[in-house]
């Protein structure tokens, strides 16, 4: 049987063993949670400007808490899909360095990805705006009354993410970096590219001579400095490079 796409991939991957994904929205659209640009788009119902930035925030915390509050409920519901398994399970193989993610959603945690690099930070956490104290959101108890309370300083807590205009978190993204200058592959999982600094790291990791890789059923602007593009959605392709990879090891 002739060599396809996707032995390619799981070949490449296995001979430079240093690989790393970037992956955005929808590496976890086949959990049910939206993406943010294109059909159903968050960004096509709501503005960002009204509900993610600094700004929106303290204008009106409670409506912003209001719109985390609706992404959570959906999220309580939503699992990891085969491919937020598939790249746990090449971390776990050692074909995959980490993933780096701008998704706040914490799917790939919960799927066994070990080393994770969440540039947007985590909806699953609030943070006060004045002391920094950080709390986890496992139910939706302490959201009753918006915006919550900062337990330890009685200031308003927000949610623990990076909204428009701010930067990454340091320590995230010098992790982001350093994972990109070692990796000789990067998969570019479900993301548009057209968020920055984030859409950044796959052309440092280009510069540098690392092959890309493009996982995405719709072209994006990174697809012009793809060596490799799978048109296909990531809960399909990932599984199915994993097995290659499995008959080869
Ligand atoms: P976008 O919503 O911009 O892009 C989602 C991408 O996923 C698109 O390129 C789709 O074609 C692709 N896609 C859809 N379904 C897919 C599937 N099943 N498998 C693979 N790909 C699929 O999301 P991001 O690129 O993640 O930032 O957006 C980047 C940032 O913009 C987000 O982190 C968020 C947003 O504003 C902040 O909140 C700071
Ligand atoms: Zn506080």
Redesign the pocket.
């Known amino acids: 049987m002739s060599k396809d796409l996707y032995d390619e991939v799981a070949e490449l991957l296995i001979t430079k063993r240093s690989a790393v994904a970037l992956?955005?929205?929808?590496?976890s659209?086949?959990s049910g949670v939206?993406?943010?640009?294109?059909s159903g788009?968050?960004?096509t119902i709501f503005r960002?400007e009204d509900i993610?930035t600094p700004e929106a925030f303290f204008r009106d915390p409670e409506n912003v808490w209001r719109w985390y509050k609706w992404r959570l409920e959906k999220l309580f519901e939503a699992k990891p899909?085969p491919?937020h398994y598939a790249l746990a399970e090449m971390e776990r193989l050692n074909i995959l360095r980490c993933v780096i993610?701008?998704?706040?959603d914490e799917l790939h945690r919960v799927a066994g990805s070990k080393c994770l690099i969440e540039?947007?930070?985590s909806i699953r956490r609030m943070r006060c705006v004045s002391c920094g104290y950080t709390e986890r959101i496992d139910d939706l108890s302490r959201l009753e009354t918006l915006p919550p309370k900062c337990p330890r300083c009685g200031s308003i807590m927000r949610p623990d993410?990076?909204?428009?205009g701010?930067p990454i978190p340091m320590i995230e993204w010098t992790r982001a970096l350093s994972e990109t200058y070692k990796a000789k592959i990067m998969l570019v999982?479900?993301?548009?590219?057209?968020?920055y600094p984030?859409?950044l790291l796959p052309h440092i990791a280009k510069e540098r001579g690392s092959i890309i890789i493009e996982?995405?059923?719709?072209?994006?602007e990174l697809s012009d400095i793809a060596d490799i593009i799978i048109r296909?959605?990531?809960?399909?392709?990932l599984p199915k490079i994993l097995e290659r990879i499995k008959k080869l090891l």
């Open positions: 992956t955005g929205a929808g590496a659209a086949e939206p993406t943010f640009r294109g788009g968050l960004w960002p993610a899909n491919g993610t701008q998704n706040v540039l947007h930070g993410v990076v909204l428009f701010e999982v479900g993301t548009s590219g057209s968020v984030a859409a996982i995405n059923p719709e072209e994006t296909a959605k990531s809960g399909e392709a």
